[in-house]
């Protein structure tokens, strides 16, 4: 059997698909988790290019004992099945609960993420091809990452709102210019 061979979108949660709380702030539960304008259209077209869209997040509110990893699965439940609802797929979500000092490899910007996700659809018998993968993200730990990790980076604006703050680059945009420029390797803004 040929291992697909897939193209992926990896994304930062915070401020790229939903609101981030101000600094030291967390979302716990779901009521705190609200969605960025676009974000549903933008996963869309990512999925009708046949991208896998995958989901790497930082969550040290794990590691600093302010929510449990259940509450931070609860809300992932409750996103994808929203995503769902609204027409859009989130294909894995990978989440590294530690703090920085624990000194883990998967925090971003270590690409530990990245190498997990490839892992995990490996035995499934789909083959990221990381050559022709982007990564977006709102943070420098994020561009950083998705460097190390060999991908093409896209910066978006932290929480980007259309009505507050236009001319910024929200994850619409970032949908739009990696499905519609396949062959661009570079797209920091
Ligand atoms: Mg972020
Ligand atoms: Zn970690």
Redesign the pocket.
């Known amino acids: 059997m040929t291992d697909s061979v897939r193209p992926a979108v990896f994304l ?5 698909i939903n609101r ?1 709380m101000a600094e030291g702030h967390y979302v716990t539960q779901w009521s705190g988790f609200e969605f960025l304008p676009g974000v549903f259209e933008a996963i869309r077209l990512m999925n009708d290019s046949e991208r896998l869209v995958i989901v790497v ?2 969550q040290q509110c794990v590691g600093k004992g302010i929510v449990t990893m259940e509450a931070i699965e609860d809300i992932h439940l409750r996103m994808a099945r929203s995503l769902e609802e609204n027409g859009a797929r989130i294909d894995g979500i990978y989440v590294c609960p530690h703090l920085v000092s624990d000194g883990c490899s998967c925090r971003k910007p270590a690409p530990g993420l990245f190498e997990m996700a490839v892992r995990d659809f490996g035995r499934r018998g789909i083959c990221i091809d990381m050559a022709r993968s982007h990564m977006v ?3 420098d730990s ?1 561009i950083l990452a998705g460097e190390k990790a060999g991908l093409a980076t896209f910066r978006v604006t ?1 929480n980007y709102d259309p009505r507050r703050c236009p001319g910024g680059t929200g994850l619409l945009e970032a949908a739009r210019r990696i499905t519609g420029n396949e062959g661009k390797r570079r797209m920091a803004m």
Request: aromatic share 0%.
């Open positions: 930062d949660r915070d401020g790229v981030k997040t930082n993200g709102d943070s994020d932290s």
